[in-house]
């Protein structure tokens, strides 16, 4: 089993529309997690990070994190095309620096 | 978020050469970086831990005489591929972040081109 797990997608969502991104990870003492915003070419973009249960909104994203569960999720409300891109969740654990990234989600939103 | 630099942005290199990437945290004081090496349309790959003023910490599977780690300050990080290959042609891209919870920032990466 993969440490972080996401789903490559595409996921291919309207304008206007809400995309969800989803996340598990297998690492039950996991602390921090952080979703990254990747475009073709260009290094990835920290875009949210959470640390506790429960939601946390930021603009139109709202990260949603679930230790019980092992999962976190990215909801993108009001998509627009300029989202598309790939989305990286990664996890860091307890008591170290390193990031275990998802291998990504890739994002289409079309007019 | 921290702002953190390479040079260069691309690199074109014989095979067989040695070739220097710089990273550098603009207005962090960095004591670890972190190196990704990224293949097209793959994930990222964790190469190396590099720590301020000690050896790096590779991962399973790089190859630490080929790919030189030095953290000598606070604020820079230089990553050299010795003796490269085609197969080296990739993605280089650094990362900045210390602590349990902080997050790391890239920098904007180095396409590496080896022919």
């Known amino acids: 089993q993969k440490e972080v797990e996401q789903n490559s997608g595409p996921l291919s969502v309207p304008e206007g529309a809400i995309a969800s991104l989803n996340c598990t990870y297998s690492?039950?003492?996991?602390?921090?997690f952080f979703w990254y915003r990747q475009y073709s070419g260009k290094s990835p973009e920290l875009i949210m990070s959470?640390?506790?249960?429960g939601d946390k909104e930021d603009g139109r994203f709202t990260a949603q994190l679930n230790k019980a569960s092992q999962y976190v999720s990215l909801l993108i409300r009001d998509s627009q095309p300029s989202d598309s891109a790939t989305y990286l969740c990664?996890?860091?654990?307890?008591?170290?620096?390193?990031?275990?990234f998802g291998t990504g989600t890739r994002l289409q939103v079309f007019p | 978020g921290a702002v953190v630099s390479q040079h260069p942005s691309w690199v074109i290199c014989k095979s067989g050469t040695s070739v220097k990437i710089e990273c550098r945290s603009l207005?962090?004081?960095?004591?670890?970086m972190f190196w990704y090496r990224q293949f097209p349309k793959q994930s990222l790959m964790l190469m190396a831990t590099?720590?301020?003023?000690?050896?790096?910490?590779?991962e399973q599977g790089v190859e630490k005489d080929k790919f030189l780690i030095n953290h000598a300050s606070l604020t820079l990080s230089t990553l050299t591929v010795t003796s490269a290959h085609p197969e080296d042609s990739s993605f280089y891209i650094c990362?900045?972040?210390?602590?349990?919870?902080?997050?790391?920032?890239f920098g904007p990466g180095t396409r590496l081109t080896v022919t």
């Open positions: 590099s720590n301020e003023g000690s050896k790096a910490t590779y």
């Open positions: 959470i640390y506790s249960n």
């Open positions: 990664a996890v860091k654990t307890y008591n170290t620096d390193k990031l275990i």
């Open positions: 990362t900045v972040g210390s602590g349990v919870r902080i997050e790391q920032y």
């Open positions: 207005d962090f004081q960095a004591t670890t």
């Open positions: 690492d039950r003492v996991s602390q921090s």
